[in-house]
């Protein structure tokens, strides 16, 4: 917390317990400052800040009062366990972000993303870019990051023309896209079990049945694929191939070729996430790269790996279905965003993306050896040794349970992604959490694990 944060949630909390009620006075700056221990200038800047929210009032020669309409509110507390054992409450957290430790964390710190700037046209350029600048943009996505993308998913072995790409909104958007253009309700769809969260609030908007296919350590169960496939003839099976998101296990090259001829026994399409692809090796198996676009749909972002705010993801597909999602998100919100996609090109083409991806591997490399020795001390077992990503799955000891572990979590404002939430039926058959390896080696996360264990 900044110390103008601090500044402001101690005046909050003085509204809160009622030591200054609506119409009431509070501290002045001088007097806030010697009582917080900070400057003027930090008090100042707190309390313009809360003015322009209207939740001060600034009265020229009298100071700063709380509004006479201001309400009676209660701080923001920690989620109640059984908010927290429910994906739009764990999404929300994750957005909201209540908690002092954040093991449960989907996303890296703040410290290791990347920063592109907006840099307007200049000289000559300005009157020819100035309209396209502030425009839509272009449905397809800037010209230029898609060509980019292209050479890019080249390097991977996947071939796709620029016209077989399309930019989103990130990855959860072309998720969606794909969901609205291929799905109807009462449609059947096979997803990895533990898998993607936000994708089965996704499908279950969509009135769609989910069915979990077991995940093991290098991939899908093609047996339980199978099976499930032959039962409920699913449309699409999404999954993610490498660094996967919960247990951060990747797939296998037989593995990946089992997945397609099960897809083609049984004709369902198959949607692969690929959101760790910067930092893991050009050469893994994809199912994309093995199918090449035929019956796989790719999703890509830079959500994890640049910057979760910058909002910028792709699909890559056949050139028909390609055209019929550039229409439906035209039809939805016009563009993606063309200031951010512009953003990102100059990160990219400045060299300073790859720059910081040497950085960020490094950073993972490092923080992954640290939580595996904090989890061997603390006698906790783990699904698999995770293949560059931020997560791991980690199992509770025997005879502990999840909703225990998210409470005592909770009260001591450590925030825990309990492992249910990314079973598709809610149920698992052992105990367990998924663990960011970037928040792994808080004291204030291994004391309360090391005293739980005793």
Not at 6 to 26: E, K, S
Not at 184 to 190: A, F, I, K, R
Not at 316 to 343: P, V, Y
Request: aromatic letters at 8%; hydrophobic letters at 40%; a positive charge.
């Amino acid at each position: 917390m900044t110390r103008i944060e601090r500044v402001i949630q101690r005046i909050h909390r003085g509204m809160a317990d009622g030591a200054w009620p609506p119409g009431a006075r509070i501290w002045s700056i001088r007097t806030a400052a010697a009582e917080l221990g900070l400057s003027k200038n930090t008090v100042a800047e707190a309390y313009d800040r809360m003015v322009a929210l209207g939740q001060l009032e600034a009265r020229v020669g009298s100071g700063y009062y709380v509004p006479v309409s201001a309400r009676r509110e209660r701080l923001p507390k920690a989620l109640s366990v059984a908010q927290a054992v429910d994906a739009v409450s764990l999404l929300r957290e994750q957005l909201v972000r209540q908690y002092e430790v954040r093991v449960g964390e989907g996303r890296p710190p703040h410290d290791w993303a990347g920063t592109p700037e907006f840099r307007p046209p200049s000289g000559s350029r300005r009157s020819r870019e100035d309209n396209e600048v502030h425009g839509y943009g272009n449905p397809w996505g800037f010209a230029p990051l898609r060509e980019y993308l292209a050479r890019h998913l080249a390097d991977l072995r996947i071939q796709a023309e620029p016209e077989q790409i399309l930019t989103t909104m990130g990855a959860n958007h072309a998720l969606d896209l794909i969901a609205r253009q291929l799905l109807e309700p009462g449609d059947t769809v096979l997803v990895d079990s533990p898998g993607y969260y936000p994708l089965f609030a996704k499908l279950h908007l969509s009135g769609v049945q989910i069915i979990g296919v077991r995940r093991l350590i290098d991939g899908p169960d093609i047996e339980d694929l199978n099976a499930k496939a032959a039962r409920y003839r699913p449309k699409i099976f999404f999954t993610q191939s490498q660094a996967h998101n919960p247990t951060g296990g990747s797939m296998s090259l037989p593995t990946g070729h089992r997945i397609l001829l099960a897809a083609a026994q049984h004709r369902f399409q198959v949607v692969e996430e690929d959101p760790f692809a910067d930092i893991l090796p050009a050469d893994a198996p994809r199912l994309a790269n093995l199918d090449q676009l035929e019956r796989v749909i790719y999703v890509g972002t830079f959500s994890k790996t640049l910057s979760a705010g910058l909002r910028v993801g792709y699909l890559a597909c056949h050139s028909t279905l390609a055209r019929s999602l550039c229409d439906l998100k035209m039809l939805t919100i016009a563009s993606s965003g063309d200031i951010a996609e512009r953003m990102l090109y100059d990160f990219i083409a400045c060299g300073h993306y790859l720059k910081h991806l040497r950085k960020l591997r490094t950073q993972v490399a490092l923080a992954t050896e640290r939580s595996l020795e904090i989890l061997r001390d603390l006698k906790l077992d783990v699904f698999c040794e995770p293949s560059g990503c931020f997560y791991l799955w980690v199992y509770l000891h025997p005879g502990d349970h999840e909703e225990r572990l998210v409470r005592e979590a909770s009260e001591r404002s450590i925030f825990i992604a309990p492992g249910r939430l990314f079973m598709p039926d809610r149920t698992s058959t052992r105990p367990a959490m998924r663990l960011n390896i970037a928040y792994a080696a808080h004291p204030k996360f291994i004391e309360f694990m090391r005293h739980r264990g005793r």
